[in-house]
Structure formats: C-alpha cells, structure tokens
C-alpha cells in the first residue's frame, strides 16, 4: 500500500482520485454487442454468451427443474443464512414505504402523492469470480416491497450453462420473476430492448465490470432508466489511535478482494496506528484465498496520516466514498459531520461486511465520488411519486387571478385564458 503523511490541501484531488474507467476505449465494443442485440434479440445474446462465456446455451430461461435442482444443492446453514439476511433487509426497507399525505395549500386547492412501483425492473448479478447472491436480496426484496409487477434477473452462467444456485436460491426466496442465463453488455441490451425470451424492462439495476458500466450508460441516454452511475467498489476507514488495527486491516482487506480495480483507503491521525495497520493488512493478506486480487487492489490503495481528525474529516467528505467506516472513540460525534457517503459503518464492531449482507441496508451505493449527489438503491429507486391536485370553485377564485399574472408576465397567454374562461364561468 502507499504510504502518505501529511499531504497538503493543494494534493488531495490527485491523491483521492480513482482508477479511471476506461469507457471510451470499451465503448466501440460496447455498442456493437447493444446494436446486435437490439437487431438480432435471442440469437445474439446466445452468440455473445458461446462468445465471452464460453458457454452454448439452446435456451435463456432458467426452467423450474432448474430451480429445484439448486434448492437441493445449497446446504441448510447457507439457506438460514439467506433467509435471515432477507429477513432483516425486508424489515430496513419496509419502515421506508411512502406514506402520501393531503396538503390544502390555500382553501378550495389540495394537492397530494400517491407512490406507483416501477411495472418493469431489471436486475443484473454479475457471476464472474464470485457469485454475487448476496445482490439478489438487496435488488429484488425492495423491488418486491415495492409492488413490482415483472422482476427480471439476468446473470452469466457457467461453462455447463447453469447459474450458481446460491444466485437462484436466493432468487427465488426475494420473489423474481423470472431468471435469465445472460451476462455483461448482452445482458444489460436485452433488458433494455427485449428479445423473444427477455422482456424489456424500465429500469435496470445492478453492479458490473466496466464493460456492464458502459452498456448501462449508453442505454440510458434514451432506452431506459437504470440505478446510478457505478465503478469499482471502494472502502475508506476513518480511525484514530483507539482502533484496533486487527479491524482496521480486516476491514481495507475485505474490501480488497473484491476485485484488481477496488479502492481502500486509511485515513487518521496517528502515526502508531497507520504503522501497525499496514503490518497487519500483510500478515492478514497472506491468508487470504484471493489474496491476488487483493493485493492488486491494494498497489492503488492508500494510507493516509493527516494532522487531526478536522482535516480527516474534510478529506473523507471530499473523497465521498461508496463505504465509510468509522473506527475512532467518539464515532458517533465524527457521524454526525458526514456529509458525502455511500453507507457508514459506525464503531469497533459494525464492518462493512455487515451491510454487504446481512444488517439490513442496501449494498448497492454510488462509487467513484457520485455519493456526493447520489443515494444508494432504496425502496424509492423502485417507485415513482405521481402528484395529484383539485382544485374547487373557491380554490381558482383565490389562486386564479395569481396565475394570469404569472402568465401574461411569461407571454403565455393561453395559460392565462384557461383560468380566464373557469373565472369568467363563475360569474354566470
């Protein structure tokens, strides 16, 4: 890891910059996968899959035998432990659901919301070098709670063309649909056009290699919504000389291994703690099964010493990031000055792989600093508010004259003449 003390003002957006996503280089390739799909539907996304994954698929559908093969296949401790996790991110998101309230703004003139679901949702699991089930849960409990009417989920298959059945376990517990065998640009393009098999959705969600980033950006500009803009996953631990640099370690590795391209990164105010933490993270690397990963990941991590915890602080609101840990004595103090986070993780005992899981909130959250204009994925993402308003015979006697004002003054004056024709009616 890199090693930085005492870093001035002027140095910190080069030292708190990510690794750039290489969107333009991908995007040739990117748009010739979307375009094929959009032309060919099925027929593409199979070629594509033969292509990238290395798998030949005669259908796209995961059958019901499917389902019930991967039930038998997952063991009862991991089951409980699906379960639990679903448990506790159903109670979190189900304390977020809307609760419209009337608002008469002037006598005769009420204005309300009323919460709609999205119809149509699409979720994308990445298989990969890990079987992300964990996101089946965190996309597809508030899309459930949410009243989605069509929850679609596509993830890659492996070279026999099945789905890690952790992936459709989980699935299946959270209340999709339908799954799909489909991954990467593919995936992404048959969600948002629709083929003979996948529908078209609304609204795609879900995290991915840059490759899925770029396709979900470029069908976004006029195909379909998706969640947020998203990267590599990141951490920053936010400690002071209280913390126990065996969790602090722990804490920058879990993170780590996620992939070559995440972000770590240490930020305190004492020099023993940043020493021992950087020993501990090597010690604790060695042991790790994907300590290549980490230890790529870690060659663009940093470990930074500043002056106190006020300027700590400032850095970590400035570098925004998707996960903030807080491991210092008075965390509950340092919380209430976050202003630019994806989640925070608060005290000795509540690490980030806590809401990866099993806690409660949601895992998906914006990267590579979007977390100073962007939430994570929450009930809302699945919702639209639609606003509703009627207005009575004195409610346009009191607003209307207002309104033609306005109007006239904006040289609309058919805004103006349909007041006018309702006041003039009144008079009758």
């Known amino acids: 890891m890199n090693i930085i003390r005492y870093p001035e003002r002027n140095e910190w957006s ?8 290489k969107s ?51 063991g009862i401790e991991l089951k409980a432990a699906i379960l639990l996790a679903l448990n506790n991110i159903r109670k979190f998101h189900m304390a977020q659901k809307f609760e419209g309230k009337k608002v008469e703004t002037m006598p005769g003139v009420n204005c309300w919301q009323k919460a709609v679901a999205i119809e149509k949702v699409g979720l994308y699991v990445p298989g990969g070098t890990a079987p992300l089930f964990s996101t089946v849960l965190m996309l597809a409990t508030p899309a459930k709670i949410a009243g989605c009417r069509e929850i679609i989920l596509c993830s890659p298959p492996d070279r026999e063309g099945k789905i890690h059945p952790a992936i459709l376990y989980a699935a299946r517990a959270a209340g999709v649909s339908h799954v799909f065998k489909a991954g990467g640009v593919q995936a992404i393009g048959a969600m948002a056009y629709g083929t003979e098999s996948i529908p ?6 879900g995290p991915g290699n840059q490759y899925v980033t770029t396709a979900k950006q470029q069908v976004s500009l006029r195909d379909v919504a998706i969640d947020m803009p998203a990267g590599p996953s990141e951490v920053a631990v936010l400690a002071d000389a209280a913390a126990d640099p065996t969790f602090v370690a722990a804490d920058l590795l879990s993170q780590a291994e996620h992939g070559v391209d995440s972000q770590v990164i240490l930020i305190t105010d004492s020099e023993e703690l940043l020493s021992k933490a950087a020993k501990e993270v090597e010690r604790q690397l060695a042991e790790l099964p ?65 809401g990866d899981y099993a806690s409660g909130t949601n895992h998906t959250l914006p990267t590579n600093g979007y977390a100073k204009a962007y939430s994570g994925v929450s009930l809302d993402s699945f919702i639209r508010k639609i606003t509703f308003q009627e207005i009575n015979a004195e409610g346009i006697s009191l607003i209307g004259p ?6 006239a003054n904006e040289c609309l004056d058919g805004h103006k003449n349909a007041i006018t024709v309702r006041l003039n009616s009144l008079k009758k």
């Open 14 to 21: 080069g030292l708190l910059k990510r690794s750039a996503l």
């Open 24 to 74: 333009e280089s991908l995007r040739d390739t990117v748009l010739e996968v979307l375009d094929k799909v959009r032309k060919e539907g099925d027929r593409a996304v199979i070629g594509f899959e033969e292509k990238f994954d290395k798998v030949k698929l005669s259908s796209l559908a995961v059958t019901e035998q499917e389902f019930e093969e991967a039930e038998k296949k997952i």
């Open 200 to 205: 078209k959705v609304y609204k795609i969600f």
């Open 290 to 354: 994907r300590k290549d990963f980490a230890s790529r990941s870690l060659e663009s991590s940093k470990l930074i010493l500043v002056k106190d915890m006020d300027e700590a602080i400032e850095m970590v609101n400035e570098y925004a990031p998707e996960h903030l840990i807080i491991e210092t004595e008075n965390y509950m103090d340092m919380a209430e000055k976050v202003v630019n986070a994806g989640s925070v993780f608060l005290g000795p005992f509540s690490p980030e792989s806590a």
């Open 402 to 407: 207002a309104i033609q004002v306005m109007a």
